[in-house]
């Protein structure tokens, strides 16, 4: 039976403290999309300038970032949808009045609080099947399904 190794508990310590004290690795190199994420806020910039896909592909090729214009295109697509822009028109509050509960209480009985309240986006009805109480909806059978019964 092979013998066990000890270590001495302020190695360990010491050496905890040690790892904890070393400053974050920086890569030496990046993956292309990472690179262009990384490289992002500069070229949506450059298309807000009005710079096309092809014209910023020959500027990152410059600074030896190989890309096509059509991978680039799906990268911006990509990394567009995952930070989504905030809207243009945030949604404004509707207020309304709610008369007090006991006016019976109330000195001021002819002024009603105002509340805020968000709005509510509507949804989507729902339409189900016609329903008879005395007999509930049941579903058509799936084709196939004879062979199992």
């Not at 030496?28 to 992002?40: F, M, N, Q």
């Given at each position: 039976m092979p013998k066990t190794?000890?270590?001495p508990k302020a190695a360990v310590d010491e050496t905890i403290a040690m790892f904890g004290e070393l400053p974050a690795k920086q890569p030496?190199?990046?993956?292309?999309?990472?690179?262009?994420?990384?490289?992002?806020p500069a070229i949506n910039g450059l298309v807000k300038k009005g710079y096309n896909l092809d014209e910023i592909c020959t500027l990152l090729a410059q600074k030896?970032?190989?890309?096509?214009?059509?991978?680039l295109k799906q990268y911006l697509r990509d990394f567009n949808k995952s930070h989504?822009?905030?809207s243009r028109?945030?949604?404004l509050p509707v207020v309304t009045t709610v008369p007090a509960l006991s006016p019976a209480n109330n000195e001021n009985e002819s002024q009603p609080e105002a509340t805020v309240k968000p709005q509510a986006t509507p949804?989507?009805?729902?339409?189900?099947?016609?329903t008879n109480p005395?007999?509930?909806?049941?579903?058509?059978?799936?084709?196939?399904?004879?062979?199992?019964k």
């Open positions: 190794i000890m270590i030496s190199d990046y993956p292309l999309k990472e690179a262009i994420e990384r490289i992002l030896e970032i190989i890309v096509t214009s059509s991978r989504p822009k905030q028109k945030p949604r949804k989507p009805e729902v339409t189900k099947p016609a005395d007999k509930p909806y049941k579903s058509p059978p799936k084709p196939g399904a004879e062979q199992f």
